[in-house]
Every structure is written in structure tokens, then in C-alpha cells.
Nanobody, 124 residues
Framework: QKQLVESGGGSVQAGGSLTLSCVAS????????MGWYRQAPGKGREGVAS???????NYRESVKGRFTIARDNDKNTVYLQMSNLIPEDTAMYYC??????????????????WGQGTQVTVSS
């Protein structure tokens, strides 16, 4: 059974940093595209960052220069390093993965598996 487990969320003040981790298990083949999404209270889900099976990276505009996505294929883990956090980054953050190597546009959200989420709260 495919499973994604996120960790690393927490509460920080504006300007602080957090690193999220997502460990995948139960995948019989090498994992392709992996991504991070977030959802704030009363808002829709939005894509934050993605990394393809070949390492191509995409970020939503508002996090460019502040967030960094990376993956360790040997550990089936994807990371999201977040710095210079702002209150608008407050949300539940979800990890997602799919078998296909290519990442589709964020709005497609075409992933096979999703994690349960980890909460990030940024206070001003």
C-alpha cells in the first residue's frame, strides 16, 4: 500500500525557517514526480513546488527564492526547505507523488498518492 508521511511542520515567527520531509513507502517502482501542496483555512489547495523524476523543479511564484525542494531517491524522501516565512505561508502542507516522471502543471494535481499533511503556522 502506497503511503506518504510528512513531518517537520510547526509554528514559527515571520522570517523564520522550517524544513518539511515526506517519506514514501509501498511504491513498487521508482517514484516519479513529487510535489508539495498547501491549503489554508477557507482557501483552495494550491501547488507550492514540484520535482520531476529527472530533477526538473517548479515553484509557485510567491515562494520563489524562499523555498527549495529536493529529493533523495535512495531514501524515497522529498524535502521542502522554507525560509523567510511570512504569515501568508500558514497552511496545511501536503506531499504528493505519482509514478510518471513528468510533473504536470500544479492545477492538474494529477498525483497517485497524497499524504495526511503537516501544519505550518507563521505568526507576525
Amino acid at each position: 500500500q502506497k503511503q506518504l508521511v510528512e513531518s517537520g511542520g510547526g509554528s514559527v515567527q515571520a522570517g523564520g525557517s522550517l524544513t518539511l520531509s515526506c517519506v514514501a513507502s509501498g511504491f513498487t517502482k521508482r517514484i516519479g514526480c513529487m510535489g508539495w501542496y498547501r491549503q489554508a483555512p477557507g482557501k483552495g489547495r494550491e501547488g507550492v513546488a514540484s520535482i520531476s523524476g529527472l530533477g526538473t523543479i517548479n515553484y509557485r511564484e510567491s515562494v520563489k527564492g524562499r523555498f527549495t525542494i529536493a529529493r533523495d531517491n535512495d531514501k524515497n524522501t522529498v524535502y521542502l526547505q522554507m525560509s523567510n516565512l511570512i504569515p501568508e505561508d500558514t497552511a496545511m502542507y501536503y506531499c504528493a507523488a505519482r509514478s510518471d516522471y513528468t510533473c504536470l502543471p500544479f492545477e492538474r494535481a494529477a498525483f497517485d498518492s497524497w499524504g495526511q499533511g503537516t501544519q505550518v503556522t507563521v505568526s507576525s
